[in-house]
C-alpha cells in the first residue's frame, strides 16, 4: 500500500517561503506537486523521477519553486520562495508510474491527504 503524508503548509506574507515535505511509504514512483485553488483545476507544479536529478516545473513557479528528493528517506520536498498571492490552493503531493505528461494528473495513482498555502498580500 502507497502511502502519501504532506506536512509543511502555512500561511505567509508576499514574498515570503514556505518548505513542503511529503513522506511516501511503499514503492517508489514519479513524484510531484499539484495545487488546486478553490473554483480552479488541479495545476501540475514540479515533478521529479525516482533517481533523477532532473526537475520538471510548470511556468508559472519556474525560478521560485525547486522541488528535491532524499532516496534515502523516500521523501520529497518542495521548496517556495518568492510566494505571490496567487499560490494561495491546497497542495499535494502525488506518486505514479508516469509514461506520459509527468504534470498531468491523470498520470499519477497516489495522493496525499494535501497541505493548504495561503498567501497574503
Known amino acids: 500500500q502507497v502511502r502519501l503524508v504532506e506536512s509543511g503548509g502555512g500561511s505567509v506574507q508576499a514574498g515570503g517561503s514556505l518548505r513542503l515535505s511529503c513522506a511516501v511509504s511503499?514503492?517508489?514512483?514519479?513524484k510531484a506537486w499539484f495545487r488546486q485553488a478553490p473554483g480552479k483545476q488541479r495545476e501540475g507544479v514540479a515533478a521529479?523521477?525516482?533517481?533523477?536529478?532532473?526537475?520538471y516545473y510548470a511556468d508559472s513557479v519556474k525560478g521560485r519553486f525547486t522541488i528535491a528528493q532524499d532516496n534515502a528517506k523516500n521523501t520529497v520536498y518542495l521548496q517556495m520562495n518568492s510566494l505571490k498571492p496567487e499560490d494561495t490552493a491546497m497542495y499535494y503531493c502525488?506518486?505514479?508510474?508516469?509514461?506520459?505528461?509527468?504534470?498531468?494528473?491523470?498520470?499519477?495513482?497516489?495522493w496525499g491527504q494535501g497541505t493548504q498555502v495561503t498567501v497574503s498580500s
Open positions: 511503499g514503492y517508489t514512483y514519479t
Open positions: 521529479i523521477r525516482t533517481g533523477s536529478d532532473s526537475p
Open positions: 502525488a506518486a505514479g508510474g508516469v509514461s506520459g505528461g509527468i504534470l498531468d494528473d491523470r498520470e499519477y495513482n497516489y
